[in-house]
């Protein structure tokens, strides 16, 4: 059941501190604060190419995932949507590696891009929340997430479950390649194991994000701007406003703003700016304040230093917890989901089961 909770959805949000700690409980020892990946029939050092393919919000895991992997591990990623992806031909080198991520397993365009992999030689892993799916049952090494079953249409703790699990294995991945220092992993890891509390507090501030969520809900477009590891977590927010609220939105990575979207910006566009204090910091503030410039309505989620920093010039900010750059799209997720549950409940929209929309999408 639902429990105390309005909708599904607003339960499973309250559920992703469970289902991170139970997911790093498994891809962590505690007291060693090692990471602990299944074993795997390759080397990483061998490894000439990961490929990880997914659709709509475990695709955004995916695209999460090649920032870590290339940063930490220095390896060639390729993130690509499943439907795109199994039709591509896509060239895939010898000994490559192709990791399919999804939620229910079963979904119809990411099985078949997997099943393509297969036939170019590549290892399969899956990163699943059911086990005994269709993906698990194709894949050399299943990874699951522990987020428990997901109700609602929406996907929201199985995509911080999922980040959990890439992030252990691009850990993993940097370990075995030499690419991360023993300070630059016990901190990574530190990181990863703060994440359930500091989720806990953003979940604590809900009445702040609904606030802010009830500023943008008469909006007809919303822009969500992020950049680096984070430009995910707006096509994340983006998506979810669109699917729960029906208000049209679009996630851009912020430096993509001049060549186009920029356009767009006047008094009626509320623009959400993901802006954790991180290597881009500048450069988002930068097209923030483009946004103000232009007379548009910033509305920024950052920590206290990034709100201390931009806040006059934004229309509404949420602030958030200080967190180590490396694991701020686990966190970002979360008020952006709420964000678009509360313009959702605003509208009056259903929105554990939005229209024309199915939780396992297994046909193509
Ligand atoms: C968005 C959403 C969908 C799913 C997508 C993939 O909120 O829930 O975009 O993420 O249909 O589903 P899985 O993860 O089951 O492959």
Not at 261 to 271: D, G, K, R
Not at 292 to 319: E, Q
Request: proline share 7%; hydrophobic share 45%; charged share 20%.
């Amino acid at each position: 059941g639902k429990g105390n909770h309005r909708h599904f959805m607003l339960k499973e949000m309250h559920e992703h501190p469970e289902a991170v700690s139970n997911t790093l409980r498994s891809y962590l020892d505690p007291t060693t604060r090692a990471v602990t990946p299944p074993d795997l029939p390759f080397d990483w050092k061998d490894v000439p190419r990961l490929t990880i393919t997914a659709c709509g919000t475990a695709f955004y895991a995916a695209l999460i995932a090649k920032y870590w992997f290339e940063q930490l591990a220095r390896l060639p990623v390729e993130a690509d949507i499943g439907s795109e992806f199994r039709y591509r031909e896509a060239p895939m080198p010898a000994g490559g590696v192709c990791i399919a991520v999804s939620q229910s397993g079963e979904t119809a365009d990411t099985l078949a891009a997997l099943r393509y992999a297969k036939t170019q030689g590549q290892t399969i892993l899956s990163v699943v929340n059911v086990p005994e799916s269709a993906m698990a049952r194709e894949s050399s090494v299943v990874m699951p997430t522990l987020a428990g079953p997901e109700i609602a249409v929406a996907s929201t703790k199985a995509l911080t479950a999922q980040l959990v699990v890439l992030a252990t294995l691009a850990i993993a991945a940097a370990r075995a390649r030499g690419t991360l220092s023993r300070e630059r992993e016990a901190e990574l890891v530190a990181a990863l194991v703060e994440v359930p509390s500091r989720i806990a507090e953003v979940l604590n501030n809900d009445d702040a994000i609904a606030a802010v969520a009830h500023r943008i809900a008469d909006a007809r477009d919303v822009l969500y701007l992020g950049r680096g590891v984070c430009y995910p977590i707006a096509l994340e927010g983006a998506l979810k406003l669109k699917e729960l609220s029906y208000i049209h939105a679009e996630g851009y990575p912020a430096g993509e703003m001049k060549h186009g979207p920029i356009a767009l910006i006047t008094e009626e566009v509320p623009v959400v700016v993901v802006a954790p204090t991180d290597s881009l910091a500048d450069k988002i503030a930068s097209n923030l304040e483009q946004v103000h410039a232009r007379g548009g309505k910033p509305v920024l989620l950052s920590d206290a230093a990034g709100v201390a920093r931009l806040g006059a010039k934004a229309f509404a900010a949420l602030t958030m917890p200080a967190v180590d750059p490396f694991v701020a799209p686990i966190l970002y997720a979360v008020p952006v989901q709420l964000l678009a549950y509360h313009a959702a409940v605003a509208k009056g929209t259903d929105v554990d089961q939005p229209r024309n929309l199915a939780k396992s999408v297994v046909v193509e």
